[in-house]
């Protein structure tokens, strides 16, 4: 009973120390995926073809170790082997990243395993285990940022200012020009002005409410950049323009708090994957 527990516990100890971990390399380049992805990944394809495959290795990998911690050799080499098998597959589906992958170390894994001793297992399994973290080190951000995240380059906004319909990117310019004219009339004194600019800026702003759906389902993300804290900052902003001699203090501080949780906010979060398409996209324009 004992020696089992322990063997369990070595091979838990085992799989932590070879699965793939994200270990990032010091030097952080977010290449163009290879062409013959786009096969494996919708919309060529209906599935995510690589994906399952990735599930397929790593089940099979951590079969072994899970098999080896209860002592099911019998299953232990049949996930080794089959192992081997779709770590191959994988090689193929992908000829341009053929280098990632070390198939005399798997084949020697799998070897191993027929010993039945946990250490030479475990041993054999780094060198497997490192082939994994490195592509995922240097792929998984370009992948989701080609397959995973939608581009923000084919939606159109239409200004509910001047009606004209516009890209994304160049809304969000002129989103910037309109926040900028409140801030700067503002700061020379000019309130008329800056209340007036206040008006369009905030129908311009709240218009990306209805842009939300172009990429989500549900509702319930509507509370976030352009929810309560934003219509706060903005009811702020009026009062402050509204009195009769407005409080500079008060009105930055809302201003500050827009700039937070409207723009900033949203930016961290989807704007990081833009921008690495937009230089791809540039890429490829300067290739034509
Ligand atoms: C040649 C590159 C490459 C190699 C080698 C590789 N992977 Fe991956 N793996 C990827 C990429 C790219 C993704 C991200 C896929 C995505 O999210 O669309 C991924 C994702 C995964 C995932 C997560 C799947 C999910 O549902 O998000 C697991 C688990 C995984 N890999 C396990 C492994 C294991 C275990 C090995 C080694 C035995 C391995 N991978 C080797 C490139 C690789
Ligand atoms: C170009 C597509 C796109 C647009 C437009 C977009 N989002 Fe997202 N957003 C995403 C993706 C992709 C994620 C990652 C997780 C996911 O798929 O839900 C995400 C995540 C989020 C999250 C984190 C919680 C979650 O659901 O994962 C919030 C909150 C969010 N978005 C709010 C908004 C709001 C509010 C708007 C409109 C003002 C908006 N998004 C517009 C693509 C988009
Ligand atoms: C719903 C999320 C969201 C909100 C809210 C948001 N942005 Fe953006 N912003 C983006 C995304 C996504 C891009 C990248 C667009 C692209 O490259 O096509 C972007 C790009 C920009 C750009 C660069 C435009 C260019 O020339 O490519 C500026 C400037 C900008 N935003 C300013 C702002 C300001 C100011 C606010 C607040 C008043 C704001 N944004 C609110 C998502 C958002």
């Not at 990735?54 to 080896?68: L, Q, R, T, Y």
């Not at 939608?150 to 809304?171: F, M, N």
């Not at 937070?260 to 906010?265: A, R, V």
Request: include cysteine; proline fraction near 4%.
């Amino acid at each position: 009973m004992k020696g089992h527990y322990k063997l369990a516990l070595t091979a838990l100890l085992i799989l932590l120390a070879v699965l793939p971990v994200q270990s990032f390399a010091k030097d952080m380049v977010a290449k163009e995926p290879p062409k013959s992805l786009d096969k494996l990944y919708p919309p060529v394809n209906k599935e995510q073809k690589w994906v399952q495959q990735m599930h397929k290795i790593s089940g099979h990998f951590g079969g072994v170790f899970v098999d080896m911690g209860e002592q099911d050799w019998e299953n232990a080499e049949k996930h080794a082997a089959r192992f081997v098998e779709s770590y191959k597959e994988a090689a193929d589906m992908v000829p341009e990243w053929k280098d990632y992958f070390d198939h005399e170390s798997a084949r020697k894994f799998a070897e191993e395993v027929k010993t039945r001793d946990a250490a030479r297992i475990g041993k054999a399994a780094g060198p497997v285990g490192k082939t994994c973290g490195k592509c995922h080190d240097d792929q998984y951000l370009s992948v989701w940022t080609r397959y995973h995240w939608p581009s923000a380059d084919k939606i159109a906004i239409t200004d509910p200012v001047d009606e004209k319909e516009l890209k994304y990117g160049k809304y969000m310019s002129l989103l910037s020009g309109a926040f900028k004219g409140v801030t700067v009339n503002f700061g020379e004194g000019q309130y008329d002005r800056a209340k007036k600019a206040l008006g369009g800026f905030k129908k311009r702003f709240m218009e990306l409410k209805s842009v939300c759906s172009k990429c989500h389902t549900g509702d319930a993300v509507k509370q976030f950049y352009v929810g309560e804290a934003s219509a706060q900052a903005f009811d702020g902003m009026e009062a402050e323009l509204n009195s009769p001699k407005p409080n500079p203090g008060n009105f930055w501080k809302h201003v500050g708090t827009l700039g937070y949780e409207g723009c900033k906010k949203c930016h961290l979060t989807h704007r990081a994957y833009a921008i690495v398409q937009e230089i791809w996209e540039e890429k490829e324009e300067a290739r034509k």
